[in-house]
């Protein structure tokens, strides 16, 4: 771990973060991208100091090796946010080809729902809800 | 792709595939000592049909590895599974490896060891996986894809 | 006892899955069900008396220290007393009460189930044992209440209770979780001898724990659910709105109230108060009413009152008499709403206006209503006489402005008991029609269901000897106190008496001038409706919170996925944020870093802050490929071969898919809509929230990496010396199997996803 590494980590997560707050499915990708790469290496980064890779041929002090297990998570990681970005490709594509454009629209049902507010009833006080009990 | 690809690229490509496949196997056998594995090597294989596919399109692809993506992630998972049962069988945990040592004529002695079958199937999976979707996002389905 | 809590649960069960062939004979088979509590009370009723407790205890999970102790106490006697007593008569009832409706089988079972509920609710000896059952006993009501589904005053009178008392429950929860942390136990028998001293957080708690029992007992200012209840069918009103549930907030006080006032002073002076006041406006709500059945819920409300501080005051004088009275009005005030239930029946209406002349046309009902009633306006000989007695009786020792007031709701209760008589069967009413037409007298449960409760609280109000040892034992369970009062036929010449008296003498000259009265409550109603009342601001709650979901969550969803995504990602950020700074852990000094690191780390940010300002897209996915190769290089630095050539690979495979897709769409970005400063403060919450979390994560960690095992044992276990590997394939190969297995759904998915409306453009160009 290494104070230029935190950084870089987390200007990839800033970095990210505004590519994500857009319409553009292209662009929401690039910064998935940017912010798996920043937390790759924040897995990584905090497995320690680094050291020799971890290969145990002959001549190898144990001791001195990396961490493996970050490195066994993040290159899972990898390769799993492959796959994620193949499938999100594959939406941006599909609805490029389907409306002409790739922009996220906003949800119409959700808007309905955000328009539609209960009117605030004000009891009528010469209703008597006594008489109302069948 | 409508513009007709450069034969020289794709004859390029089509030699350079061979070494680029072994090489891609040489990572999966080797990964278990060194630097590799299934996913490394599934990747440069990956990166191979990525190649052939920039330069001549799908039928180059066809020509490299022709065989249908569904096939390999299907054999994929089922030598990864396999393996993991077969020491299972053998008395041991899911997954836990076991290994046979031979001493061959003219090679040495080769050590075999379990996981080797499961890193195939990795391997398998993520060169079906590059096959998929390059066939997929390239946007020209293969023939016989079509009709099913 | 779990016995007679089972043969609940199963019976409730039969009787649904028979209901279509039982029709409302479900009750009949539902009745089994206090009838089995009313045979286990009777074995052991006897030795409970003489003070020794009935436990019994199921470890339900042990690991959480939950296990199900029931504890039956003499005072928690009385009660399962009521239950099952109110609880056959009432079933029996009900099964000649329904005409042939289908739903009457459900009813029948929720019935049953909230017997069961009530029956566990008493018994309990675990604090959150028994808020469950109180809960179990409310969702039944709301069931019960909107049994009438198609109406919606039915309806809404469900939800007004459920919401009310529902509410209420969940304070009663957070009183006791506070109760129970405080003591170090919520074993309720342990609490109570060990009660929590003083505090202000116990002060919370009890007031907590009073809230809920105000709430369910329909104490003011919560009272306005009791008389919208009485929108169920009969039988559900006499069993749990005036016998058993309301009861429940009652059991509730006078349980916990020794332990109470350990902790609060002001516990007696409010409970006091609260039923006093309930006290009084529901006796004079009762005689404003023309439905004889709000006219009952009414005088429930104000006795419920009574019974509140009666029981709850924590003195024990005062709780035999409560006790007394308690059982008093379930047998009294079930058995008019069974009337009132029969008068409905057979007549039709419930509008003491419309009825007359039933005196001669239903006598044997009539004559039940007047032994139940004598009791309710506490004349001599009757059980509900004997019972006030013993209650005015204490209050007399207790203050004269206590007997004052008491004696004050006592006219009050006279004067609507009378309304109640003349109003259901007597026969002068000038300008209607001389009698109301009914059919044939019931000869069937209609009638004598009523009438055996009606001779139970008769025979105990000649021979209260029969009973007084219950009482005794039972204040002295809850209370320590052995013999606090006393239940006999005729007090002698006490002051008590003469308080009563007086009531009985100004209630019946009330009665007698009936025009007056009605003039003056009338008058009075006219102002009254104008100020703020209990039910208008259950109203106005209801509607202000609607319209601030609506409100707020028009705000948060509107629809816009960057909106969302800031939210969730402020959220994130946030929250950790402040723990992290509460906590107090500082960052400590990490190294800066090497030479090389920092070449590729300014190489990295260089392209990711391009990327901030590209509109290109062919741009961007270089760029992207750059920072990939770039974090490659760093995996590297860090002794990650493995790492940084599966990164060089798949990021090369990225930047070719992405240019696959691309190439499609138009060269240029759409321009961003979001607003661009929400855009910066976002992403700089989160890059300053990452760096800073780091730093503190990283610094404070100490124990060993897991992974040093790995190492260990990565050549003789798994033969493999390299250690990455090893791990992938073999020590967590379970996990690779998932991986792989969701790489090839995630391409059967693209293929999906694309090939479909690729071969529709081909086929239809």
Known sequence: MSLISLAVAAILFGVGTYLILQRALSRIIIGLGLVSHGANLLIVIGGGFGGVPPILSEGVDPATVADPLPQAMVLTAIVITFGVTALLLALALRSYLLTGTDEVEDDPEDRRVAREVHPVVEPDPDEDMHEVVA | MNRRPSPILEHGVVSAAGPMLVFSLYLLAAGHNQPGGGFAGGLVAGVTVVLAWAAGGPDTVRRIVPVRSSVLLGLGLVIATLTGFVSLVAGGAFLESGYLERTLPLIGTVKLVSPLGFDIGVYLVVVGMSLGLVRALGGEPPEEEVGS | ?765
């Open chain 3, 1 to 765: 006892m779990f016995l007679v809590l089972i043969i609940h649960a199963a019976l409730a069960l039969a009787v649904v899955a028979t209901r279509s062939r039982l029709g409302r004979s479900a009750f009949a088979l539902g009745a089994l069900g206090p009838l089995s509590l009313l045979v286990w009370l009777t074995t052991k009723s006897r030795s409970i008396v003489d003070g020794i407790a009935h436990r019994e205890s199921i470890e339900w999970v042990p690991s959480l220290d939950l296990v199900l102790d029931l504890r039956v106490d003499a005072y928690a006697l009385v009660f399962l007393y009521v239950i099952a007593v109110a609880g056959i008569c009432i079933f029996l009832y009900a099964a000649r009460y329904f005409g042939s409706d289908p739903k009457v089988g459900t009813f029948a079972g929720t019935m049953v189930l909230f017997g069961g509920a009530m029956v566990g609710l008493v018994a309990a000896d675990h604090l959150l044992a028994m808020f469950l059952f109180w809960e179990l006993t409310t969702i039944t009501s709301y069931l019960l209440i909107g049994y009438s589904d198609h109406q919606e005053s039915a309806r809404s009178a469900a939800l007004h209770a459920a919401l009310v008392t529902g509410g209420g429950g969940l304070a009663l929860l957070a009183g006791m979780v506070m109760i129970g942390t405080e003591a170090g136990t919520f074993t309720i028998s342990e609490i109570l001898a060990n009660p929590p001293s003083q505090s202000a957080a116990m002060g919370v708690a009890w007031a907590l724990v009073l809230i809920g029992a105000v709430t369910k007992s329909a104490q003011f200012p919560f009272h306005g659910w009791l008389p919208g209840a009485m929108a169920a069918p009969t039988p559900a009103s006499a069993y749990l709105h005036s016998a058993t549930m309301v009861k429940a907030g009652i059991f509730l006080v006078g349980r916990v109230a020794p332990a109470a006032l350990v902790a609060a002073a002001w516990w007696q002076p409010t409970v006091l108060s609260i039923g006093f006041v309930t006290m009084v406006i529901g006796g004079w709500q009762a005689l404003r009413q023309n439905d004889l059945k709000l006219l009952l819920a009414y005088g429930t409300v104000s006795q419920l009152g009574f019974l509140f501080l009666l029981v709850g005051s924590g003195e024990a004088k005062l709780l035999y008499g409560g006790l007394a009275l308690l059982v008093a009005h379930a047998l009294f005030k079930a058995t008019l709403f069974m009337v009132v239930g029969t008068i409905d029946h057979e007549a039709g209406t419930r509008d003491l206006r419309r009825l007359s002349g039933l005196r001669t046309s239903l006598p044997a009902v009539f004559w039940v209503a007047v032994v139940a009633a004598a009791s309710m306006a506490a004349i001599p000989l009757t059980f509900g006489f004997v019972a006030k007695e013993a209650a005015f009786d204490g209050l007399v020792k207790s203050g004269v402005g206590l007997i004052a007031l008491a004696s004050f709701t006592s006219i009050l209760t006279v004067a609507y008991t009378g309304r109640f008589l003349i109003g259901a069967f007597g026969g002068h009413h000038p300008g209607h029609e001389p009698a109301t037409p009914v059919g044939p007298a019931p000869r069937n449960s209609l009638v004598w269901a009523p009438v055996v409760l009606a001779a139970v609280a008769a025979v105990i109000g000649l021979v209260p000897g029969l009973v007084a040892p219950t009482f005794d034992a039972a204040v002295e369970a809850a209370s320590g106190a052995a013999k606090a009062g006393k239940l006999v036929v005729w007090p002698g010449l006490v002051p008590a008496l003469g308080w009563s008296m007086v009531s009985l003498v100004i209630g019946a000259t009330l009665v007698w001038q009936n025009a007056l009265v009605q003039r003056a409550t009338d008058v009075v109603g006219t102002v009254s409706r104008r100020l703020p009342s209990a039910d208008g601001a259950f109203r106005r709650g209801v509607a202000g919170l609607l319209s601030f979901a609506d409100r707020s969550s028009g705000l948060i969803q509107s629809g816009s996925l960057p909106r969302y995504i800031a939210i969730i990602l402020l959220v994130a950020v946030i929250v950790p944020a402040t723990a992290l700074f509460r906590s107090g852990i500082s960052g400590g000094s990490l190294p800066v870093g090497g030479l090389l690191e920092a070449i590729l780390g300014l190489l990295i940010v260089g392209a990711a802050a391009t990327l901030l300002f590209t509109t290109r897209r062919f741009a961007a996915v270089l760029l992207l490929g750059g920072v990939g190769y770039g974090v490659a290089g760093l995996f590297a630095v860090f002794g990650g071969p493995d790492l940084s050539l599966t990164q060089l690979l798949v990021e090369t495979l990225v930047v070719a898919l992405f240019a696959l897709v691309l190439r499609r769409m138009p060269a240029v970005f759409t321009p961003a809509r979001f607003e661009r400063t929400m855009r910066i403060v976002v992403a700089v919450a989160v890059a300053g929230f990452v760096f800073l979390g780091g730093l503190v994560a990283f610094s404070a960690r100490q124990a060993a990496p897991v992974s040093d095992r790995y190492v260990e044992m990565a050549v003789p276990e798994a033969q493999g010396a390299n250690v990455v590997n090893v791990i992938l394939v073999d020590f967590r190969g379970f996990d690779t199997l998932g991986e792989i297995t969701v790489l090839a759904i995630a391409t059967l998915g693209v293929s999906g996803l694309v090939l479909p409306i690729l071969r529709t453009r081909r086929d239809s160009p």
